[in-house]
């Protein structure tokens, strides 16, 4: 449907983004939609995020388990990684549902026209896409975000990588730089030094995932440290390249690697759809304004995932997109977003995982609170491990029982937590989760059992 020189496209809806704005619902399918995709079809997640992410992560888990067998009375040690035969059976997975996706939506929906381009708003609910002007009455914003570059001298000059390069690496480098301390610096500080890189990674503050709870954070710090040289309280100052060499000027020192990996946080791409020129009110951050069902201030124009909210989560995303493709459809059944209890985990070695509230966003929050914490070691499936670092901590307000908050460190966390998130989402209270159920013995669920308990047998 190309236009004719300056003329509008129209259509009952416009899609911008195909990650989760792509889960276009069945009640949508007599609905004339335009989808609109600047990038790689599937979005972040499946492309450069959390799907090709965690199957290096596992492949890392095991090289560094390798080399812990004699703890547990056993001869192993890691021999090496083929790091092309890793990459290429994650990618060769990968970059074939994509193309699939694309051709789908391309050739298989009649109603969906698929564009490939920026989009930016040019008025209400009317987009230019690289010259190609389209307009609808309703308008799902879910464009996402990229990678945050920080303004350091020469980073632009020395050909750093971001999550969106650095998993499709050539070759395994023998050091890798990372700047950064979040979610992305460690899985992927996990990924090279587990495989084999020597690993120097520069953080701005004293702890890595600083914005966890504080314990957990300086425990996952500790034992990180172990594995990779942490420069903490550290930025460079300045970058530069000498031939195949990256060197990175930090106060007097200069460290050399063979590639950097900028992981400095993400920025939401409201800019580039130039959301005020819809007239679509952001947050102070950048990112777009929604209410919980989705809906922005500008009428018919909803948004979801990474470009409107502050978790960055593809599962928090597809429920936005959810809620938000219902309620466009159906103007009188709005249904709203619940974000009582947003779980989010951490896939480096160890492993995190947490819901809810830090123990110091409870404190100052005013409420009465118990604190119940376990060991892994405390439990029989930690004898097991030789676990003498990983804990289960459970925040709960004193007085109605209800939990507030829950953050585990170690194997298996993001599985582990999952009756705490669904405890918090149902309001059950933690004495219900802890005394009602059975829970597996020796299993490591016993972790979340017993620091419930602990933390029911605590005076706040």
């Not at 067998?69 to 192993?76: E, M, P, Q, W």
């Not at 103007?331 to 209890?341: G, I, K, L, W």
């Amino acid at each position: 449907m190309a236009n004719e020189s300056g003329t509008t496209e129209n259509y009952d809806l416009i899609i911008i983004g195909s990650g989760s704005g792509n889960s276009i619902p069945e009640f949508l399918s007599d609905w004339n939609i335009a989808l609109v995709e600047r990038g790689t079809f599937g979005g972040t997640c499946l492309n450069v995020g959390c799907i090709p992410s965690k199957m290096f992560v596992l492949p890392a888990d095991y090289a560094v388990q390798a080399q812990r067998g004699a703890k547990l009375g056993l001869d192993t040690s890691f021999q090496g990684a083929d790091w092309v035969a890793i990459r290429d059976r994650v990618f060769g997975r990968i970059d074939p549902i994509a193309a699939g996706g694309k051709e789908y939506r391309a050739t298989g929906t009649p109603n969906v026209t698929l564009i490939s381009g920026t989009a930016r708003f040019v008025g209400d609910k009317t987009f230019d896409v690289d010259g190609r002007r389209i307009a609808a009455p309703k308008v799902l914003l879910a464009a996402g975000a990229r990678p945050m570059v920080p303004p350091i001298d020469g980073l632009a000059d020395v050909g750093f990588h971001t999550s969106d390069s650095v998993m499709r690496l050539p070759a395994l480098p023998a050091r890798l730089g990372i700047i950064g301390g979040g979610f992305i610096a460690v899985e992927m500080g996990h990924v090279f030094s587990g495989l084999g890189s020597n690993v120097t990674l520069f953080n701005r503050s004293g702890r890595l995932l600083r914005a966890h709870d504080e314990e957990v954070s300086e425990r996952f710090t500790e034992v990180f440290g172990e594995r990779v040289d942490l420069r903490l309280n550290q930025l460079p100052d300045k970058v530069e390249r000498r031939g195949d060499v990256i060197v990175l000027h930090v106060g007097g020192e200069e460290v050399e690697v063979d590639e950097l990996l900028v992981a400095t946080g993400r920025e939401p791409n409201s800019d580039l759809v130039d959301i005020a020129a819809g007239g679509v009110e952001a947050k102070p951050n950048g990112r777009v304004k929604a209410d919980a069902t989705m809906a922005t201030n500008v009428e018919g124009v909803w948004a979801v995932g990474d470009i409107t909210n502050d978790y960055q989560l593809k599962h928090l995303a597809n429920a936005e997109a959810k809620v938000a493709f219902w309620n466009l459809a159906h103007p009188d059944d709005q249904q709203e977003v619940s974000y009582r209890a947003v779980p989010s985990a951490v896939f480096s070695n160890p492993q995190v995982a947490t819901v809810g509230m830090t123990e110091a966003e409870a404190r100052e929050s005013g409420q009465p609170i118990k604190i119940g914490r376990r060991d892994y070691g405390g439990t029989a499936y930690g004898w097991a491990l030789e676990d003498h670092t990983s804990f289960a901590k459970v925040i709960l307000h004193a007085e109605t029982e209800q939990i507030l908050g829950a953050h585990i460190i170690g194997p298996q966390s993001a599985s582990l937590i999952q009756p705490i998130i669904q405890a918090m989402e149902l309001g059950q209270t933690a004495r219900t989760i802890a005394e009602d159920v059975f829970y597996i013995h020796p299993a490591l669920t016993e972790v979340v059992e017993n620091a419930l308990l602990e933390a029911l047998s605590t005076d706040s």
